[in-house]
């Protein structure tokens, strides 16, 4: 009883303390947006509100890897202002509706980034650019124009102060497209409803998005006195005039228009710009239902508001270095995925057709395969309600999918299946057993199972990109995935075996037995690719033969379209059985040799991967890619916790910089900060569902999780210090904690978790019981 009376006390003590600091200091001032848009994250500094369906902010590319997130800090000029950007992914598409505040003669094109003077591009300087949640500002140098946006959850929000002018513009550029594979824009559309109000509409297509529609709608705060609509194949041009004036509407695959202004000296001329996947009128509703006013202060600091909402969940206290790059990573797991209904509920469903919800929030853009892994488990932490509302999207999305696939790598009703797995399910099966979901359970596993069992197509091995289901008939029949005919045969069999692992927790969960010992059974395929002689998991062909010769190392055989592994190596994705690493264990001979082994990964000779995704090397351990992000942490299967105590730190110090090139490999939406987050907290999900996260090493002092069902989870650590990186203790209220893993139920129930650091290994944690569900068991 006085135990638990000293652990309330203390509670109540840290909250105190605890809002009293949050009360002097705002969690959006430790934030820097800038930390990832450098290197090769593929971040942006846009202003958005968490999880806004736009991020309004300029692009300096329109081709090329690190034109993904529109911005990169190393451009010297950009080209405009668009309202929708992927963050930290490696996959390029958006960049729509680019709008660019001119002075004097108008320029039609944008010329190039080595020769801005070109076109309608302007230099900039860091030294006149700021950024924080949900604001954005540069001075465009070329005309002297101060621009600055912020938005709401659907809505961009621009502010242009001009120069006195009779010459000066606001550019529409319907052409401009952030292009990955095929992109182009298929038609546009512009129709000038009066000399402040514009709606139109954009479709493109893509590898990434085949068909997307995007309608738009524009108020400006002052009169334009002219329009100049501009098609590049001259169907707008006459005899006596370069562009016909006053257009009311026009179609056309390309289009730009002009909105001219007269300006007096530091004039503001205010536009906002709404999106919809639906109507022109719908996204007119939104604009006019989200800001009915012209008040920018007033939007700007609704949108600061909503992101100290979000931040607040997690406060913690270390270094000022830790500080910020923790801030940075919790602030980009409040991005993706993005809203994707108007304010009236409509959507465009994977059909293409119109669709309305009623009682959740409907989402777009699932990076699975790298998420799956930490940002979906840091959800249901600090976002339990958003959780369940996403699986109810998932549901939606097979609903409207002709193929009635659960999400895999989708955005903007479309469905690209660039990427390997069905994470669909382990993202669902975890909300299920921590209790959020609140559909019928029988229905949804249902839903789980007709994904798990398509049969795909017969061959995928030659084609340019991941086609559906990665002919998932051989898994079914063959329990492997043959490499002669699926394209990285191994990977798509050891992540398929897990995803079959989470069918069977749920229906464990739900009492399903039958199901229950089929997927058990599926999930042991690993197996089927595994080679005793080399000790690795080893690509197979259809005659059941392994391919010769093997490298471990290599990442590629002479033919890109046919390797065996995804972004990874024989090496790398050895660790990928997370539902039953004690399995693995027997395989690779015990504990002890499966220590020797990932000895052996941490100090390999570093070497080239020659693949971009693949980056941040210890040995051929590679955090700049997510296969190997729960592998540091498996020291603590086999004994030897305080390796793993000590890998957290190094990866901490060498792979995350609180500066623009921050990220040692793209963000991936969320997921290189969401292993920040939990490792910063002490703990990590190696196995993404079922609510068993392992022990690490904090890199805090002191953190307070606000969470959502009132209660309040505290971390705090004794012997905070640089050199203080072995865990010599643990309490967990209150009381000796000698685990290497943690409950969910432990996290949302409310507690304190209270380390005990040294600058030596301990032998803490050698007397741990098993991990749960890491023995290819669900109970």
């Known amino acids: 009883m006085k135990k638990s009376m000293y652990a309330s006390l203390l509670i109540l003590l840290i909250v105190f303390n605890h809002l009293t600091a949050y009360s002097q200091n705002k969690l959006t001032d430790k934030v820097n947006v800038f930390i990832g848009t450098g290197g090769h994250g593929h971040t942006f500094p846009h202003a958005m509100v968490p999880f806004g369906a736009v991020a309004v902010g300029p692009d300096w590319e329109t081709q090329g890897w690190d034109a993904a997130g529109g911005y990169h800090y190393d451009a010297k000029n950009i080209l405009g202002f668009s309202q929708v950007h992927l963050s930290g992914t490696g996959l390029i598409e958006g960049g729509d509706l680019l709008l660019m505040p001119t002075v004097g003669k108008i320029k039609v094109d944008p010329g190039t980034h080595e020769n801005p003077d070109a076109g309608y591009r302007s230099r900039f300087s860091h030294t006149d650019e700021k950024a924080t949640p949900g604001y954005y500002q540069v001075r465009l140098l070329d005309d002297n124009i101060n621009a600055e946006m912020t938005a709401t959850e659907r809505v961009g929000f621009h502010k242009y102060t001009f120069p006195k002018s009779d010459k000066s513009h606001v550019l529409l550029d319907l052409v401009h497209h952030i292009k990955g594979g095929g992109s182009g824009v298929k038609q546009a559309y512009i129709q000038i409803k009066d000399t402040q109000t514009v709606t139109g509409y954009r479709v493109t297509s893509s590898v990434w998005a085949a068909n997307r529609q995007l309608y738009f709608a524009i108020k400006f705060s002052k009169p334009f006195i002219s329009n100049v609509i501009y098609d590049p194949r001259g169907l707008v041009f006459n005899k006596k005039k370069k562009f016909l004036w006053d257009m009311v509407d026009y179609s056309a695959p390309k289009i730009k228009t002009f909105f001219n202004f007269k300006t007096e000296e530091n004039e503001e001329i205010m536009v906002k710009i709404a999106i919809s996947s639906v109507s022109m009128k719908n996204a007119l509703e939104n604009l006019e239902t989200e800001i009915p006013h012209w008040n920018f202060t007033k939007i700007k600091k609704e949108a600061s508001q909503k992101w100290e909402q979000q931040l607040h969940k997690i406060v913690v206290k270390a270094t000022p270095d830790i500080e910020a790059k923790f801030y940075a990573a919790l602030y980009h797991n409040n991005i993706h995925p993005t809203i994707n209904h108007d304010v009236n509920g409509e959507y465009r469903g994977m059909d293409q057709e119109v669709h309305k919800t009623k009682d959740f929030t409907h989402y777009t853009m699932f990076s699975l395969w790298d998420t799956f892994r930490a940002a979906h488990p840091l959800f249901t932490i600090i976002h339990p309600e958003r959780t369940k509302d996403i699986v109810s999207t998932m549901l939606n999305f097979q609903k409207e999918n002709p193929r009635k696939m659960l999400p895999m790598w989708s955005m903007y009703q479309n469905e690209n299946t660039c990427m390997i797995g069905l994470h669909a399910l382990p993202v669902i099966a975890d909300a299920y ?88 059974k599926r999930a042991q395929s690993f197996n089927n690719v595994w080679d005793a002689n080399s000790k690795f998991f080893r690509a197979k062909l259809n005659n059941e033969k392994f391919i010769e010769p093997f490298n471990p190392r290599a990442y590629h055989r002479e033919d890109f379209h046919d390797r065996d592994y995804t972004e990874g190596n024989a090496w790398q994705y050895l660790w990928f059985v997370p539902h039953d690493v004690y399995g693995l264990a027997d395989l690779l001979g015990g504990k002890k040799a499966m220590s020797k082994k990932l000895d052996k990964l941490f100090t390999l000779p570093e070497q080239d991967s020659k693949v971009g995704d693949v980056s941040g090397f210890i040995g051929d351990y590679a955090h700049g890619n997510e296969p190997c992000h729960h592998v540091a942490y498996l020291y603590n299967y086999v004994g030897q916790s305080h390796k793993t105590q000590k890998l957290i730190h190094q990866i901490d110090k060498e792979f995350y910089k609180a500066a623009p090139d921050g ?108 991990v749960p569900y890491a023995n290819g068991k669900v109970n």
């Open 433 to 520: 057993s921590k209790g959020l979901i609140k559909e019928d359970a029988k229905d949804l596993l249902k839903s789980m199972v007709i994904s798990a069992n398509q049969p795909g197509i017969d061959s995928t091995a030659h084609r340019n990109i991941y086609p559906s289901y990665y002919g998932q008939q051989h898994y079914l029949k063959k329990g492997y995935h043959p490499n002669d005919l699926v394209r990285t045969g191994v990977s798509v069999t050891l992540e398929h075996a897990y995803d079959d692992w989470a069918v069977a927790l749920f229906s464990d969960k739900l009492g399903d037995k039958k199901t229950t010992d089929t997927f058990l």
């Open 663 to 770: 990220y040692i490999g793209n963000e991936d939406a969320g997921q290189m900060s969401a292993w920040y987050v939990f490792s910063a907290l002490g703990f990590y999900p190696v196995n993404p569902a079922g609510g068993i996260y392992v022990f690490g090493s904090p890199l805090v002092e002191e953190a307070t999780l606000n969470l959502e069902n009132g209660k309040i989870f505290s971390v705090r650590v004794k012997n905070y210090g640089d050199k203080n990186i072995y865990i010599k203790s643990v309490q967990l209220n209150g009381q000796p904690y000698n685990e290497v893993w943690v409950k969910h139920e432990d996290i949302v129930r409310g507690g304190i978790l209270e380390f005990t650091m040294c600058a030596k290994p301990t032998k803490w944690g050698k007397k741990s019981k098993p």
